[in-house]
């Protein structure tokens, strides 16, 4: 059984502490949702935990079965078996998507495959997610429309079939039927081997994908944990019942996208 542990996560981005002591334990198996207010530190924990350099770690520590994965490249945590579904996936002009997910599956593995393998993998996982075939011929995501992006942020995590998969709102901008063919995928993967970590607004993603874990960051902390009750609740009654718990809610901030680049290393002031 493998375990992705944070501890005490302190997280800058410039001179604003965004995360401010997230503990969370991450086992195989266990699917864990992440739920809050626009602008409290959702994004920025999956993109911290794969590398992004806009984030600056100031505090804590993120292992991998005991690995130190702030140490570790992008890629290194790729091939480690971490994840990421962006929210914002970008195009990539003058690579094709098929180039881009046959460079990405072969570095993980030892022996390339060939092309007639790779072919017929990807064939397979295009049309169980009832993608346009057009779309593997294509530049990576270069006029692909907003599901199609998220269909193809899917895609890749079937080929590459990680250990902990973090997917950042990746119902936004699907219809009822891409939710549905996207919550069967990961619903597929589902396994003594897989976890993943999903933020959604949207109580649709997590009927479809039912978690084992929910938890509820407000304000850079994690506030309360629980189950499947606790998204009906905020579904039905919002978040202003946390006031009862003594937490203080501040009005939405607007976050933009960020590109991922190359590894976010820990800072030490």
Not at 135 to 163: C, D, T, V, W
Request: proline share 3%.
């Amino acid at each position: 059984m493998s375990k992705l542990k944070i501890k005490n996560l302190h997280v800058n981005v410039g001179d604003k502490e965004i995360l401010k002591g997230i503990d969370l334990e991450i086992h195989s198996g266990e699917i864990h949702a992440i739920m809050g207010p626009n602008g409290n530190g959702k994004s920025t924990l999956l993109s911290a935990i794969m590398g992004h350099p806009k984030y600056s770690i100031t505090e804590g520590s993120i292992t991998l079965d005991d690995q130190d994965v702030l140490s570790m490249s992008v890629d290194e945590r790729s091939r480690a078996g971490i994840f990421l579904g962006m929210q914002y996936p970008q195009e990539i002009p003058g690579v094709t998507n098929s180039d881009f997910l046959k460079s990405a599956l072969n570095a993980r593995l030892e022996k390339p495959l060939s092309v007639f393998q790779f072919i017929k993998k990807l064939d397979k996982n295009i049309e169980e997610l009832q993608m346009n075939e057009n779309l593997a011929h294509r530049y990576l995501n270069e006029g692909f429309s907003g599901g199609e992006k998220k269909r193809n942020e899917i895609l890749q995590m079937k080929l590459l079939q990680p250990q902990f998969a973090l997917l950042d709102e990746i119902d936004s901008g699907l219809d009822v039927d891409a939710l549905r063919i996207v919550a069967e995928a990961i619903n597929s993967m589902r396994s003594d081997d897989f976890s993943c970590v999903m933020v959604s607004h949207y109580e649709r993603l997590f009927e479809l994908v039912q978690p084992t874990h929910v938890h509820v960051l407000i304000q850079g902390k994690i506030v309360t944990t629980g189950g499947y009750d606790l998204i009906e609740k905020i579904d039905q009654e919002g978040y202003d019942w946390l006031k009862e718990l003594g937490v203080v809610l501040e009005e939405e901030q607007d976050q933009q996208p960020i590109i991922l680049g190359s590894c976010a290393r820990k800072v030490v002031e």
